[in-house]
């Protein structure tokens, strides 16, 4: 005998839209969750990095879902009306209705979460701003050296240049006075 399964009347209701937004609000949180768990401790904030914009796209679209269900809802809710004047048309208006508010109501949530983790990960970037311009002053000095050496360069090259033109200009001259005898 198999259990018996008591789902929510709205999960039914909602069909496959309420059930891509809820599977994609559970992988949402768990997403941010696990980005609070990794900034909390410190630990992989390349993958924290990586996955905010990701994230952001994918909290935004659950209210999308949710529109789309509205309007998937209110086609069924307008059809089951052409077909049969005496249908109700406040109960297909409400069920339509239904996913609209479960997207909403699961990215609400979701963006202030993930505005105070970009925040946290704004804060961080300033703070190592600093650093990062420290080891570049360092690192200007190494710069100054190999200007130095490419000037040096630069004058050997000229150097050699003009030697090599000047000895080309006697070669002409040379056999130009052979030439000429």
Request: proline letters at 3%; hydrophobic letters at 40%.
């Amino acid at each position: 005998m198999l259990p018996e399964f008591n789902l929510a009347p709205e999960l039914v209701t909602g069909g496959v839209v309420m059930w891509t937004i809820m599977l994609l609000a559970l992988v949402c949180y768990g997403l941010l969750f696990e980005a609070i768990y990794c900034r909390y401790h410190q630990i992989n904030s390349q993958w924290v990095t990586s996955w905010l914009t990701p994230l952001q796209v994918l909290i935004s679209s659950l209210p999308l879902l949710g529109l789309l269900g509205t309007i998937i809802g209110l086609l069924d809710t307008f059809s089951a009306l052409g077909q049969n004047a005496g249908v109700s048309i406040s109960d297909g208006i409400g069920k339509a209705m239904l996913t609209t508010q479960a997207g909403l109501l699961m990215s609400s949530p979701a963006m202030v979460i993930l505005w105070k983790l970009q925040e946290q990960e704004q804060e961080q970037e300033l703070t190592l701003a600093p650093s990062f311009e420290d080891a570049q002053g360092s690192d200007s000095d190494c710069q100054d050296d190999s200007r130095m050496q490419g000037s040096e360069l630069d004058d050997f090259v000229n150097h050699n240049s003009s030697q090599t033109a000047k000895q080309s200009r006697d070669a002409k001259r040379h056999t130009g006075s052979k030439n000429a005898a």
